[in-house]
């Protein structure tokens, strides 16, 4: 059954624990056409494991690309439209890698209700399935990218939530799981797993809500499991952890256990919530400002491979991070 178009409300996440509902009917984060005001940002935002664990992928559609060293710099002048820095980043890891995100201009945008163009690039629904199709140069090795993934949601959020006590941040959990199919002509690439949905926007640059922070998604047999920790802008930590049921019944879990995973090349803290035993695995993404990896955590009796990251908005705006990205993000137009 397909239950778009269900987030109703939202809950407010104060201090280190969660708040109380937050009424209003938040929009629908599948939606693409939510409107995105200067200087603020919205993504939408996949990952997903092969069913055999020797691949995984990173899907990130960008309006007003809270990464992007030209949106930034824009802002220094005056208020700039987000739909002027838009990008779709492309991550593959293992068998075969690659990696794109080109920023383009508002010209390349085009978005209703279902659909998210962006350049050659494009998110769609098609019923209940988000089709992505790919059409996008490696960067900074200049390979083609060219493939289809198809997410059909196994398990739909029911609600958005508010990251920060203004409102100005919100996350929805569109499909915390999903099943995806990977398909891809340039590498030549397919297989199948299990995968994650979710969407972000806020009305300000990132920096100004957050210091840093982490996350961190499991599938597990019933559901899917969610945790956030991290420092606002003013110094406070928040944190909060979110089970997600097959029956559709969404349960707030206390937050596991902080743990201290090795830093990256780069140096980046990671910080992964779990049981005792909760391990890295593997080192998906290394970069100056944020760290993607595969952990092992204990929930429920189970052991779970988990998708983790790690961000830290400090070090993106620091001066010699900005001169970098151009580097990894071109932009065209």
């Known amino acids: 059954m397909c239950r778009r178009e269900r987030a109703s409300g939202g809950w407010r996440a104060d201090g280190d624990n969660f708040g109380q509902p937050r009424g209003g009917g938040l929009a629908d984060g599948s939606r693409f056409d939510l409107a995105v005001p200067p200087g603020g940002y919205a993504w939408w935002y996949l990952d997903a494991v092969s069913d055999d664990g020797r691949n995984a992928l990173t899907i990130i559609g960008f309006v007003g690309s809270v990464f992007s060293p030209y949106y930034a710099f824009a802002l220094r002048q005056k208020p700039v439209s987000a739909e002027n820095h838009v990008a779709l980043n492309v991550a593959l890891y293992g068998d075969k890698r690659g990696w794109a995100m080109t920023e383009r201009g508002a010209s390349a945008l085009h978005r209703d209700r279902d659909r998210l163009v962006i350049g050659p690039s494009a998110m769609r629904w098609e019923g209940c399935d988000l089709v992505i199709s790919v059409q996008e140069w490696?960067?900074?090795?200049?390979?083609?990218?060219?493939?289809?993934?198809?997410v059909t949601p196994l398990v739909w959020g029911r609600q958005a939530f508010v990251l920060n006590e203004q409102g100005q941040h919100?996350?929805?959990?569109?499909?915390?799981?999903?099943?995806?199919?990977?398909?891809?002509?340039?590498?030549?690439?397919?297989?199948?797993?299990?995968?994650?949905?979710?969407?972000?926007?806020?009305?300000?640059?990132?920096?100004?809500g957050f210091m840093d922070w982490s996350w961190q998604r499991a599938a597990?047999?019933?559901?899917?499991?969610?945790?956030?920790?991290?420092?606002?802008?003013?110094?406070?930590?928040?944190?909060?952890?979110?089970?997600?049921?097959r029956d559709g019944v969404e349960r707030e879990q206390l937050l596991p256990p902080r743990h201290m995973l090795p830093r990256t090349l780069w140096h980046v803290p990671r910080i992964a919530h779990g049981e005792p035993g909760t391990k890295l695995l593997k080192t998906l993404e290394d970069t100056p400002f944020y760290s993607r990896s595969l952990i092992e955590m204990e929930h429920g009796g189970q052991r779970l491979e988990t998708v983790q990251e790690s961000l830290s908005l400090t070090r993106l705006t620091r001066p010699v991070v900005q001169m970098m990205l151009p580097f990894r993000m071109p932009r065209r137009g």
């Open 138 to 150: 490696g960067f900074p090795l200049p390979r083609r990218l060219v493939g289809e993934i198809t």
């Open 220 to 245: 597990h047999q019933n559901g899917a499991l969610v945790a956030y920790s991290g420092r606002r802008r003013d110094g406070r930590t928040f944190g909060f952890c979110m089970d997600f049921g």
């Open 170 to 208: 919100l996350w929805h959990p569109v499909a915390p799981l999903a099943s995806v199919r990977l398909d891809f002509e340039r590498p030549d690439l397919s297989w199948r797993g299990t995968g994650y949905l979710d969407h972000n926007r806020g009305d300000e640059p990132i920096p100004e």
